[in-house]
């Protein structure tokens, strides 16, 4: 199954720097999805996109929904040490109306992020 | 808020066993879904099911099955386990229209040994 490719797979970084990450596939989705996920904890929602060319912020966390629709990028500004964990790019395909399997999510393999005080 | 929860976090199991992994939501959820998740992998779907008794297979089905005998309950099962599916599991769920996202449980941690 297709898996999109996420870089930087890992980043070390200090407090107070920004964080860019992006997500590339070869095919085309409607809806772009970043998740974080905390250690030994499911993955949870920070930001969706729906349209091509969007720019969405939430906090400190901006996220872009690249106009080929194959591609995403993930910003955030003045980390913090709670920032730390796997942040995924998840990409779907179903539109407006979805049928059977429109729902699921194709994600990027990963990035780890540790923040050093 | 919505609630999807896994009702074993951490399990260890031996070689050949059947497993069963379970998950419910609370929301109404039309859709669900079972991924694994191993380091450098990300999260792969296994099954997904879009209505009671309705399923399909994901990008890796091979040696699982699943059932949705309620519309809450999502059932992941390894006939036979295997080391190989030693991994962290991720049920989830969804509306079945169009924007919405997918909650995720807080995962299944499965050792074969």
């Known amino acids: 199954g297709q898996q999109l490719n996420q870089s930087p797979q890992s980043m070390f970084i200090q407090e107070g720097e920004d964080v860019s990450m992006n997500c590339t596939s070869s095919s085309i989705f409607n809806t772009w999805l970043w998740y974080k996920q905390d250690p030994g904890e499911g993955p949870v929602l920070l930001i969706a996109?729906?349209?091509?060319?969007e720019l969405t912020s939430n906090g400190r966390l901006t996220a872009q929904f690249g106009i080929t629709r194959k591609d995403s990028f993930l910003n955030i500004s003045a980390s913090i040490p709670s920032d730390v964990g796997i942040y995924f790019c998840?990409?779907?395909?179903?539109?407006?109306?979805?049928?059977?399997?429109?729902?699921?999510?194709?994600f990027g393999t990963g990035t780890q992020l540790k923040v050093e005080l | 808020d919505v609630k999807v929860t896994q009702s074993s976090r951490y399990l260890v199991k031996r070689t050949g066993e059947k497993v069963f992994l379970e998950c419910v939501q609370d929301?109404?959820?039309?859709?669900m879904f079972w991924y694994r998740q191993d380091p450098g992998l990300g999260l792969r779907l296994i099954y997904f099911?879009?209505?009671?008794?309705?399923?399909e297979k994901g990008d890796i089905p091979e040696g699982y099955s699943v059932s949705r005998e309620k519309k809450e309950r999502f059932s992941l099962i390894l006939e036979s386990a295997s080391t190989n599916q030693t991994s962290m599991y991720l049920c989830?769920?969804?509306?079945?229209?169009?924007?919405?996202?997918?909650?995720f449980g807080e995962g299944s941690w499965l050792t074969v040994v």
């Open positions: 929301m109404d959820h039309e859709n």
């Open positions: 998840a990409g779907q395909k179903g539109g407006v109306i979805l049928t059977g399997g429109g729902n699921k999510l194709t």
């Open positions: 989830a769920s969804s509306l079945n229209r169009g924007g919405n996202t997918i909650y």
């Open positions: 996109l729906y349209k091509a060319g």
């Open positions: 099911s879009y209505d009671v008794k309705m399923k």
